[in-house]
């Protein structure tokens, strides 16, 4: 149960965008003005005290990265970016991009066809009561 309630939390996370990382953005953001604000309560100066709840906070690039993966389906992004990726390639070379269908196409046909063939005269018994007695009389 728990599997699917994480899976289908991080499918609606998914399909929600980039809203979770910008909301993200927001917080760390916050956390760093609150820290640099108490800092700034402490004594320090702005710069000093901007750079020190910096290095509290850690480096915001990696929690980004951190949540993203734990918040989001890196497995169907990265089959998305690839999709992308090949539609810009066949777009780009549209002569090529038909050689290469016509010859899947007709790839696929002649396997489905031989299979086909195989499937009905060596899978499948001849349809008589004693079929090695059909030609003896």
């Given amino acids: 149960m728990k599997f699917l309630r994480r899976f289908f939390k991080r499918l609606s996370n998914f399909a929600s965008g980039r809203d979770a990382d910008q909301r993200l953005q927001e917080e760390l ?9 108490e800092n700034m309560l402490a004594g320090m100066s702005p710069s000093e005290a901007r750079r020190q709840a910096a290095l509290k906070l850690g480096a915001a ?44 196409a007709l790839g696929v046909g002649a396997t489905t066809a031989i299979y086909s063939v ?20």
């Fill in 29 to 37: 953001a916050e956390h760093l003005a609150l820290q640099t604000e």
């Fill in 118 to 137: 195989i499937d009905a005269t060596l899978l499948h018994p001849l349809p008589y009561p004693h079929p090695r007695r059909a030609g003896a009389r």
């Fill in 61 to 104: 690039q990696a929690v980004r990265e951190r949540h993203h993966a734990e918040q989001s389906l890196p497995f169907i992004e990265n089959l998305l970016q690839d999709l992308r990726y090949a539609v810009r390639m066949l777009v780009r070379s549209p002569g090529f991009s038909l050689v290469v269908i016509a010859t899947m």
